[in-house]
Nanobody, 124 residues
Framework: QVQFVESGGGLVQAGESLRLACTASGIIFDIYDMGWYRQAPGKERELVALITVNERRNYTGSAKGRFTISRDNAQNSVYLQMNSLVAEDTAVYYC??????????????????WGLGTQVTVSS
């Protein structure tokens, strides 16, 4: 069965960095486009960054220039390097897998499953 395990979150000061990791199991990792999502208190879950099987990367506007998504197919893992963190980045971060249509910042999810996520808290 599919499983996503997110890690790497924590409490940091504004301007600092974190590197999140997500390890997937139960799927053939290297055939899926991967995305990082976040959900802040009282808000909808939003797509933050995606990386395709061909390593095309795309980011939500507030993440451009600060976040970098990467993947390691040998480790079944996707990463999110977050620099220059701001209070608005505070959220629970999740990963998931699916298909991203070319040229679109969109991930059609293949799995109706979410991991527990990892909490990122940025104090200002």
């Amino acid at each position: 069965q599919v499983q996503f395990v997110e890690s790497g979150g924590g409490l940091v000061q504004a301007g600092e960095s974190l590197r999140l990791a997500c390890t997937a199991s139960g799927i053939i990792f290297d055939i899926y486009d991967m995305g990082w999502y976040r959900q802040a208190p009282g808000k909808e879950r939003e797509l933050v960054a995606l990386i395709t099987v061909n390593e095309r990367r795309n980011y939500t506007g507030s993440a451009k220039g600060r976040f970098t998504i990467s993947r390691d197919n040998a480790q079944n893992s996707v990463y999110l390097q977050m620099n220059s963190l701001v209070a608005e980045d505070t959220a629970v971060y999740y990963c998931n897998a699916g298909y991203s249509p070319p040229g679109l910042f969109l991930l059609h999810l293949d799995f109706n499953y979410w991991g527990l996520g990892t909490q990122v808290t940025v104090s200002s």
